[in-house]
Every structure is written in structure tokens, then in C-alpha cells.
């Protein structure tokens, strides 16, 4: 099973040459880039989990909404956020799209799991931060879901080949072709593997001039798109089954 999750955030890079872009514009920039993934998705049929940063929630409402009324699953992603503003937060989310969130993505900030069961999720989704020396330190790193106070626990999958995990680098880093035929491997091995892409990435920086290390300028924005529509296809034609996590969990 394929768990294709991206997690909705807003690009914090600072800009070139001292140039100032505002926070409106940030968002802007990522309701549009989330746009060219529902269209993506759409153009495939493929639903997804969208993990949305906890703070911009709010600011997001009728994206948010769309994004529900397509089928796919909305999350949250607590990268920096207090136990009272998740709950806030989730309480006006739930009433806004009458739907139960149940999932959440935690790599900074762990907010204990018995704190998030009482809040009334379901899952937990931990994601660690990904760099160029990340190889050298996940040869332990486990792959399998476990139970925790109730909860489920997803970890980052993890090619048991390459000892590559499946996080935004390795996608955006990777040749098309090389990464199907990690995932192909990978299924033969795990019961799942869960991709996730952060909406960044399909920024346009050569027009927004963010200062971004080159190496994650590599196949940035409309490359990105073009990648993330010709892994789909891919899966549509293997015949590879897809879910939304809290599908996937229940």
C-alpha cells in the first residue's frame, strides 16, 4: 500500500539580496502551489492525507474545505505548536468542515501521545528532519506501526535496500526512475510505504528569488510537478494500491 501524505506549510527562506516578501504572499504562494498538487492528484484519481501546519489552519479555511469536499484527508502537522493551541485549533477545524480529524504529524515538538488520544486523535505520523547526512544514522530506525497509549504510531518508511527513507529530499533528490523502483522494493518487503512532500517545493524560486542551498533548489516547482505526475502515473499503471492514512490505520 502507497500512503501519499504532504504536509502544508508555509516557505520560511529568507529572500536574496536583502528583498523582503510578505506573509500574505507566503501564503499565497502556498494555496497556489497546493492547487498544482490537487490538480495532480485529480489528473490521476489518487487521494491523499494533507497534513496542514497548525498556525495557518485558520488563514487556509476555504482551501482547506476544497481539499475535503476532493476526498482527501485532512490532518494537522504540529511542527512548533502548545497542547492548547491544537486543541483550539481542531475544535474550530472539525466544526468548519463537520468532519473528525484524526491524524497528526509531530517532528520538532513530541506532545506526549496520551495528550493527543484525550484530544481525540487517532494517529500520530513522526517525520525527522531531512538532510544530506541523513543515511548514516537510520540503519536501526524500525518501519513498523506500533500502539501507544491508544494511538497508532506511523513511522517514516524506510527502503530496506538503499537505507534511504522516503521523505521530501529523497523525492525532490532522486531521479524518477530510480525512486519507483525503490518503492517497487520496498513493497515487496513492507506491508506499506508512506511518501510525503512538503508544498514548498513546488515553489517557483527562480521567481520568488528565496534563498534556498542548492541542493534543494534541484527540481524545485514546476519540476516538482512534473515529478510528482509522472510517479502517479507510474502507480496507476502498476496498478499499485493507494490509500489515505487514516484508511490505511482503520
Sequence with gaps: MILLTFNIVTIEA?????????????????????KAILRILDLHDVKASFFIEVSIIGKLKNLIKAISSQGHEIAFYGRDSTV??????????????????RGIRQKDVMIPSETLKMMGFNYISRI????????????????????????SIIPESISPYSQLPYNDFIFQFLPVKY??????????NDDFVL?????????DLKKHHFSVPFYR??????????????????????????????DYIF
Design 128 to 151: 525527522d528532519h531531512a538532510h544530506v547526512l541523513f543515511p548514516f544514522k537510520r540503519l536501526k530506525t524500525t518501519t513498523k506501526i506500533i500502539e501507544e497509549d491508544g494511538l
Design 14 to 34: 529568507s529572500c536574496q539580496n536583502g528583498n523582503e516578501i510578505s506573509d500574505e504572499l507566503r501564503l499565497n504562494i502556498t494555496i497556489d502551489n497546493t
Design 179 to 188: 525512486y519507483q523502483n525503490m518503492v517497487f522494493e520496498t513493497l515487496k
Design 217 to 246: 533548489r534541484l527540481n524545485a516547482g514546476k519540476k516538482m510537478e512534473d515529478k510528482l505526475d509522472a510517479l502517479l502515473s507510474w502507480i496507476n499503471e502498476k496498478e499499485l494500491a493507494t490509500s489515505r492514512v487514516k
Design 195 to 203: 511518501i510525503y512532500l512538503e508544498s514548498w517545493q513546488f515553489t
Design 84 to 101: 492548547e493551541n491544537i486543541e483550539e485549533t481542531k475544535k474550530e477545524a472539525e466544526a468548519f468542515l463537520e468532519k473528525q480529524i
